[in-house]
């Protein structure tokens, strides 16, 4: 199937092309943390040779209880996500959940990500795609990788042909996902290229009572299924120490272990793609 190559500040993603990596932590707990994890990451991408796209959250606005952490808001949020950009020279991608959001983040970030609740927000989706910047969409987890055509048409209507789309799970009974690899090869068909979300892919979202819990020993195994199927991208959060993290840190990878999952990675990923 003939997939589009998209490009997001020199990383190029689809098509013939290697392997990209998008990580970061699911939120920015502070300014010092998330500069301090942008410069590992781009350090490890570096050596590696990985196209790397860095991800961090300013509101994690869909948490399971109103007193979770939501991340420093929407105006110190992109303060810091422009200084990752500066110091970092990577692109860099954040999460948006309304038209506002859109316009704002939009002038800042390289990647506008489309949360897999709000995948079926027309409005939302339109306005993202109106920016003319990569539109990454999160499959709901509600939804099927047919219906995907849906949102694609929806970042179309509004004049975008920069799309992503991501895999991270779909509801398997109550506080459970599972992934389904089916779903990368039809979304793919679509035209554009398909991402793998393995951490997310390993949440029990709300499985906690008032908190989402997840097993990170499952990513690793998850995601190279997902290379081996064919994907064009691989999504991860990390951090230093997870099991301190203020989000999601039971699925969250330890950045130490980073190197040595994409090295496993990456072979796959050659294997496949001839």
């Not at 932590?25 to 796209?53: G, H, K, N, Q």
């Not at 199927?229 to 120490?241: I, L, M, S």
Request: with cysteine.
């Amino acid at each position: 199937m003939k997939v589009k190559t998209v490009s997001v500040g020199g990383v190029k993603i689809g098509g013939r092309n290697s392997l990209a990596l998008i990580a970061g932590p699911c939120v920015i707990e502070s300014r010092a943390a998330c500069l301090d994890l942008a410069r590992r990451l781009t350090r490890l991408a570096r050596r590696e040779e990985i196209p790397f796209i860095f991800k961090a959250s300013y509101d994690k606005a869909n948490r399971s209880s109103h007193r979770a952490f939501r991340g420093p808001g929407l105006e110190k949020g992109l303060e810091i996500l422009a200084e990752v950009k500066e110091a970092c020279g990577v692109p860099v991608l954040t999460d948006v959940h309304s038209v506002a959001e859109v316009v704002a983040a939009g002038r800042v970030v390289d990647v506008l990500q489309i949360p897999a609740f709000l995948a079926r927000q027309t409005d939302l989706l339109a306005a993202a795609g109106a920016t003319r910047r990569v539109v990454n969409i999160k499959k709901g987890q509600f939804m099927s990788p047919e219906e995907m055509a849906n949102a694609v048409a929806k970042v179309e209507s509004g004049g975008g042909r920069r799309i992503l789309l991501t895999e991270r799970g779909t509801t398997f009974g109550y506080n459970n996902l599972v992934a389904d690899m089916r779903s990368l090869p039809i979304m793919r068909g679509l035209g554009y290229p398909v991402v793998f979300d393995a951490t997310h892919s390993v949440q029990r979202p709300g499985g906690g009572g008032d908190h989402s819990i997840g097993d990170r020993d499952w990513a690793p195994y998850l995601a190279r299924a997902a290379v081996a199927t064919g994907c064009d991208g691989v999504f991860v959060e990390t951090y230093v120490n997870p099991d301190t993290a203020l989000c999601d840190g039971p699925n969250a990878l330890f950045l130490k272990d980073l190197k040595k999952i994409w090295a496993q990675l990456k072979a796959v990923d050659e294997v496949v793609r001839g």
